[in-house]
C-alpha cells in the first residue's frame, strides 16, 4: 500500500512539472467529471506494466497499442482509435477532489461531454448491403352470387439485393432482381403473370472530377420459367430460351441526385437452349448462340420522389455495329414503390421493351400490386 501511495504521488508531481502531460496547454479548470479512472491511475497502469514508458505519453495520450492496452475495458482508448465509445465524462475521473490536479479538456477536437466516438474518425465500412422482398396476391370466391363472378387466385413475389462497394477512386454496384407470378382463373390452369431474372454489375474508376468515371460492367436477363403464347398452347420462352450477358467498356456521367449516364462499347451474347425456339429470338435454326458487337447507351435514376415513395428507372440500349440505328433493342424499366408502413407497401410497374428479333411491335408490361414488404438487409 505504501509503494502504491509513493508511485502515485511520484506520478502527480511528474504530471505537474512535465510539459510531457500538458496536453497541449488544454487545461480546463471549470470541467467537471464523473467516475471512471484518474489520469494518474492510467499513468500508474502504465509505469506497472513491464515495457511501457511514461514518456510515451506525449500529447497525442500514446499510441492504442500503450494506453489502450493498460485502460480498463470499461475506458474509451484517449485517441482517436477507440475502443468502448463511452464519453469523455465516463473516461476520466474527478481528479480535482482526489488530488488537486485539474483534469483538462483532452484536445481542442474533443470536449468533454463530447463522445469519444463522435470525435474520433468517422470510418465507413466499404461495403453497403440492401435487400428486401414482397408478396402480392389477390383471391376471389363467389358461389349463389346474383351479379356474378368466377372464381380467381393470383399471387406474384419480388426480391431485390443490392451491394455497393467503395474505396478512395473504385465503386462497384451490384442488383440482383427476381420476381415471379402467377395466375388461375376457375376452370383453367395456373398460368405465368410475371417471370423475371436479372443482374446487374457495374465497376467504376473515379476521374480527377468523381462526376465522371470509366466503366466495366457486366448484365445478364433471362426467366425461370415456360412462358406460353394466349391460347396457352405454344411454349415461346424458358429458361436461358433466351437468355442475355451483355460486356460493356465505357464512360459514365454522374451529375447528382440518383442519376446515372452511361455509354460504351458492348459484346453481346443472345443464348437459346431450345433449338426450337432458336429462330423466334433471332438465330439461325438450330442455332445456341449468337454474337453481337455493338455501342450501348444507358440511363438510371433512384431517388425518392415524396415521403416513403421512391422511383427505379432504368433505360438500356444496344445497336448492332452490323444492323441500322433503327434496329436498336431498347429496355425501359420503371418502378414506384410507396411504403404504408413497415410491412405493406403499394407498387407500380411499367416497362417497355423493343428487339426487332422478336417482334417490331412495341412490348409493353403494367403491374398494379400491394402486398407484404420485407426488409431482409
Known sequence: MTKRLFLLLFISSFLSTSNIYAFDDLFNDDVQVAAGYSVIEQAHKVVAEPGFNVADLNSNYAPADIFGATANTDTA?????????????????SVATQSGIIVVQLNANIAPADTVGAAADTVVAPWQLGGWATLNGTQASFRNWSQGGVNNIAGTSTARFTAEYKMERHIFDHATNLKYGKARIEGAEYRK????????????????????????????????????????????SKFMAPGYFIETVGFAFNPGSGYQFDMGISLKQTIVSDTTLSVRYGLKPGETIKNEGGISLGMKVEQDIATNVSLMSQVETFTNYLKPVSSTTLLFTNEIVGKINSFLSANLQLALAYDDNITTELQVKQVISIGFNYRFL
Not at 485517441?79 to 469523455?88: E, G, H, K, L, Q
Request: aromatic share 16%; charged share 30%; hydrophobic share 35%.
Open 77 to 93: 482508448q484517449l485517441n482517436s482509435f477507440i475502443a468502448p465509445a463511452d464519453t469523455i465524462v465516463e473516461t476520466l475521473d
Open 193 to 236: 403473370t410475371d417471370d423475371e431474372f436479372r443482374i446487374r454489375n457495374q465497376y467504376r474508376y473515379l476521374l480527377d472530377d468523381p462526376r465522371y468515371s470509366l466503366i466495366a460492367q457486366f448484365n445478364f436477363n433471362t426467366q425461370f420459367d415456360k412462358g406460353f403464347d394466349k391460347e396457352y398452347v405454344t411454349v415461346i
